[in-house]
């Protein structure tokens, strides 16, 4: 029998009001995000973190207590992952590991870990969706940096990305649906909007792939849902006539650089103008954190309330879903077989 380590990846997040500033100190020093020389990147991370901490970040982790739900939220899907793999009693033992990048546990605490299982193969998890430097990226040359300091070479397969995987796909549109469901009655015309996290523009123009993948991921999210929405019997004729209207855009822009849009506000603007009920989908998130849980269902609907917007809602993350473990599931067995 062989014992196979997989290790999921996420961003991490504060789990006090202490941690705030050193954990967004982590966050601006990855050369992946700044890509400044070391000591220009160091004064100015400090900067950024400091004032962040008192302010933006600061006021938002207020609104969760000062401790986000992001590791219970991947504990969460870390254990509904290595009870998927166990199940079919394949002749390999799993054990699922979490690796935060900038807050505890780090790289370093997963790899001890995983050395003293002594596993026989590792497969890379991130629980990002779609590629980035700036995430899946950022993690994978983290977690190298720690098996090299503990001289460790165990037997490695990464999955780089799963943005059109069959379970992601039919998790987040199930999950639309549901929401789709509650609402058709009251606000016949909804627009949904797939909200992502944003991005430096010149990120993507270095060759980023991120707004490629979530923009593939929102055309297959949206083409299974027209099918399911115009399949139910519980839509009229002229319902299931009509095309979905969705738009792609980009949350959570920080700094003066250029990013990629639409931002979230563009889209929010354009649906008001329409005279549209919205359904906002975080489909680059597979789990609830602040993103979702402050900037989206507090920051972003009172926005939409301010511009006169008549029916804001936002569907559930993938997070523990049957689809979304079982094809994570498939996707780790691949790597093995």
Known sequence: MSKIAVVLFNLGSPDSKE????FLMNFFMDKNIIGLPLPFRYLLAKKI??????????NSYSKLNYKSPLLENTKAQADALELEL??????????????????HPFALETAKEVQAWQADKVVLLPLYPQFSTTTTFSSFESWGKALKKLNYNPETSKINSYSCNDGFIESSVNNIYDKYVQVKDVHPNIRILFSAHGLPEKIIKAGDPYQD????????????????IKAS????????CKKLDWQICYQSRVGRLKWIGPSIEEALDKAAKDKKCVIIYPHAFTQEHIETLVELDIEYKKYASKIGIDGYYRSSTVGTSEEFINGLAELVRCKIS
């Open 19 to 22: 941690a705030i500033e050193p």
């Open 49 to 58: 973190s400091k004032k962040r901490s008192k302010c933006e970040a600061g």
């Open 86 to 103: 166990n199940l079919k009693n394949d002749g390999n033992e799993y054990k699922v590991f979490i690796s935060m990048r900038y807050w």
């Open 213 to 228: 993948q979530c923009e593939q991921s929102a055309q297959k999210i949206a083409e299974k849902l027209e099918i399911k």
């Open 233 to 240: 019997k519980r839509e009229p004729l002229q319902v299931q």
